[in-house]
């Protein structure tokens, strides 16, 4: 069982914390430390859904699709002993209960980007058969795009969805007089970004700058291997 969960904060530049963990390798390393503390089954899925905002039990329940009640709610419970996050009550009218990510759970968004980017190396590109959370485009914009975006703005229409860039912050839906507009299904968005296949997309406006973007978002960082 988890213990309580206690947080020191040192006057370094980056905050130290001690928590426990709930699964233990019997080992000093950090990897593994990490891999107690999210390691489970759906951590880091709950951890990608509260990336960008808070959201209700029901919210995270509905866009992770096969969990169990009795899984979420003891992934909660976990996430929270361990400091990942917090939940608290809205203000009247809403008055809801939702769960939202504590500074150090925050931490982890370049993990979740480099996690992605290794992902992309192996996954299939999406069928008709995949389903896709509500949000989905604006999430990928977020983790992946918005850290190494160049200057400008981008409006994307994929499958449905629309999210944008501009600056390096993504937005929900359209924006006004976007430099470049991409337009496509999922799999063909999925192309563009692994094998740059621009036959399958319909692009309006500064292409060069749409390029470097993606250029950007899948640089290898520095003794990587290239993204095939």
């Not at 996050?85 to 980007?113: C, I």
């Not at 992309?120 to 949000?135: C, E, N, V």
Request: net charge negative.
């Amino acid at each position: 069982m988890l213990s309580f969960c206690k947080f020191i904060l040192h006057n370094s530049k980056s905050g130290r914390y001690t928590a426990p963990v709930s699964k233990r390798y019997d080992q000093y390393c950090p990897i593994a430390h990490a891999l107690g503390l999210v390691g489970e089954r759906w951590s880091l899925l709950i951890v990608r859904e509260l990336m960008h905002g808070p959201k209700r039990y029901t919210d995270l329940a509905a866009n992770l699709p096969g969990i169990g009640t009795n899984i979420l709610a003891a992934r909660l419970k976990e996430l929270e002993t361990c400091g990942l996050l917090t939940k608290h009550r809205l203000d009247p009218p809403a008055a809801s209960q939702v769960y939202e990510l504590t500074a150090y759970g925050h931490e982890l968004k370049p993990v979740m980007r480099t996690l992605a980017l290794w992902g992309l190396r192996s996954i299939d590109p999406p069928t008709d058969a995949d389903d896709f959370a509500p949000g989905w485009l604006y999430g990928a914009l977020d983790t992946v795009f918005a850290p190494v975006a160049p200057s400008g703005s981008f409006e994307f229409r994929i499958g449905g969805e629309v999210a944008s860039l501009v600056d390096g912050e993504a937005r929900r839906g359209s924006i006004e007089g976007p430099d470049v507009v991409v337009e496509g299904e999922a799999d063909a968005f999925y192309w563009l970004f692994v094998d740059r296949r621009w036959a399958m997309v319909k692009v309006e406006g500064d292409r060069e700058l749409l390029e470097r973007l993606f250029d950007a978002a899948t640089a290898p960082a520095p003794g990587a291997s290239v993204l095939v």
